[in-house]
């Protein structure tokens, strides 16, 4: 889980797919498209939801609310997975970002989120897909 400020950037687990495939799995862009934007851009870093997001709504080769969609969702799966673990390590490391990421959620929101879906799941009930 990233944090900027306090709020969340992004999140993987295990189950996470790579950012780049992510976006072409959801339609956002196309694999060439990507393709050539990142030589183009000269952008390597294809997992960052953060750098490589930021740098496609700066350069408006994608819309930010679609982009927004598809990062909540891979939160809230991620941060739902290591919910379910029952055991792991962590750790915190301070990091210097080269910018502001483009997007990002209120903690809070998140975490209350998280909760409620928990209690739907544990009372057998489904709120829409954001």
Aim: net charge positive; glycine share 6%.
């Amino acid at each position: 889980m990233r944090l900027y400020r306090g709020q969340i950037s992004s999140a993987g687990a295990t189950g996470t797919k790579r950012f780049d495939q992510a976006l072409i799995e959801a339609k956002l862009i196309s694999k060439s498209a990507l393709e050539s934007f990142l030589a183009r851009t000269g952008h390597r870093d294809r997992e960052s939801a953060e750098s490589l997001g930021t740098l496609l709504i700066q350069q408006r080769a994608i819309e930010g609310r679609p982009l927004a969609q598809l990062m909540s969702r891979r939160i809230h799966v991620a941060l739902s997975e290591i919910l379910s673990w029952p055991e792991g390590p962590f750790s915190f490391h301070d990091e210097q970002v080269p910018q502001e990421p483009a997007i990002f959620f209120n903690l809070r929101d998140v975490t209350m989120e998280l909760l409620r879906a928990g209690n739907d799941r544990k009372q057998g009930l489904q709120r829409p897909a954001r």
